[in-house]
């Protein structure tokens, strides 16, 4: 993917100071550093420069379906600082469900609409399948998916597919194309070992499933680490910049950082952030960790 920024140019705009870097295991292999940020995220966002993100893998409040301790939640602003600061052929993953309560509020949907006329294209809509704990519902299927808007500036710089195995492969007699005689002929052809997944992905949730550091629960809606690695492995390359505007517990960072791609982890409550500072350090990151105010 072509960088728009370097990373020391960025450095230069976010600066940064190191609170804790004592803390980390004497021998703990200090790699990668991620940037947390206590703030609103627009506000931090329309201190830096455009096109300065290569991919934003992030999960908003749901419809304040959660007490997340006071937050502020101007959408369409964040939305639009998104944009802005997203490098050409730059990837937003919004991953997000519905309130339902009664019938469905629908808000991803608005949500998706209004990236849609800001410029991004809806370059895909996927779906997280939650393999466990989904929502029942009395007078309706039971409820096992949020959906995972794949938004683009432009055509993306970086497609990275993932693989899945197949059912059979080798070699095989395969029909042949039908030609105007209309008789089938059958040639000796090699089916593929593996296949590009489908838009569907599917995840356990919960102590083992979501993630196995218990540190991560003390937030109370974390998305599944294999999740943001998925996404982080398919849109960016490594030395990329992955931004998480809410990062929460900082899943997408750890992710990010464990496959040597730069991190930037916004979120408005310094409790989260100080859970995402321990939690990249115990995955052996050091977090330079500063305060928008
Ligand atoms: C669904 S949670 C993200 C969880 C995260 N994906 C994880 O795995 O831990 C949404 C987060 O957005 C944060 N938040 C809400 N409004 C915000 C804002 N305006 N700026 C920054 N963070 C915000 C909340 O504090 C909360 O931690």
Redesign the pocket.
């Known amino acids: 993917m072509q960088r728009i920024e370097s990373a020391a140019t960025q450095k230069a705009h976010i600066e940064s100071e190191d609170t804790d870097s004592k803390a980390a295991a004497p021998n703990m292999s200090i790699q990668r550093q991620g940037k947390l940020i206590v703030?609103?995220?627009?506000?931090?966002m329309r201190g830096w420069p455009d096109n300065m993100v290569h991919l934003t893998?992030?999960?908003?409040?749901?419809d304040k379906l959660?007490d997340?301790?006071g937050?502020?939640?101007?959408f369409e602003e964040?939305a639009d600082e998104l944009f802005r600061v997203t490098a050409p052929g730059g990837v937003l993953v919004w991953?997000v469900g519905d309130r339902i309560d009664g019938g469905r509020s629908l808000t991803s949907f608005r949500q998706a609409i209004y990236f849609q006329e800001i410029g991004f294209s809806a370059h895909d809509i996927m779906i997280y399948q939650k393999k466990n704990t989904p929502f029942m519902r009395s007078n309706a299927y039971t409820n096992a998916y949020e959906m995972m808007f794949v938004l683009s500036k432009g055509k993306p710089a970086t497609f990275n597919p993932l693989k899945v195995p197949t059912q059979r492969h080798g070699y095989e007699l395969l029909t042949h194309n039908k030609l105007p005689d209309g008789i089938n002929k059958k040639k000796l052809g090699q089916l593929k070992k593996e296949k590009t997944r489908t838009n569907i992905w599917s995840y356990a949730v919960g102590l083992g499933g979501?993630?196995n550091d218990k540190i991560?629960f003390q937030?109370?809606?974390?998305?599944?680490?294999k999740l943001?690695a998925d996404h982080i492995l398919s849109w960016s390359d490594p030395g990329d910049l992955v931004l998480?505007?809410?990062?929460?517990?900082?899943?997408?960072g750890k992710m990010a950082l464990l496959n040597d791609r730069d991190f930037i982890g916004?979120?408005?409550?310094s409790d989260?952030i100080e859970?995402?500072r321990k939690r990249l350090l115990q995955s052996g990151f050091k977090a330079i960790v500063r305060s928008s105010a």
Do not use: L, Q, W
């Open positions: 703030g609103n995220c627009v506000d931090v893998v992030t999960s908003p409040p749901y959660r997340y301790k937050y502020d939640f101007p964040i991953i979501t993630t991560a937030h109370p809606a974390v998305f599944p680490e943001a998480d505007p809410m990062c929460g517990s900082g899943t997408t916004i979120d408005i409550s989260y859970i995402a």
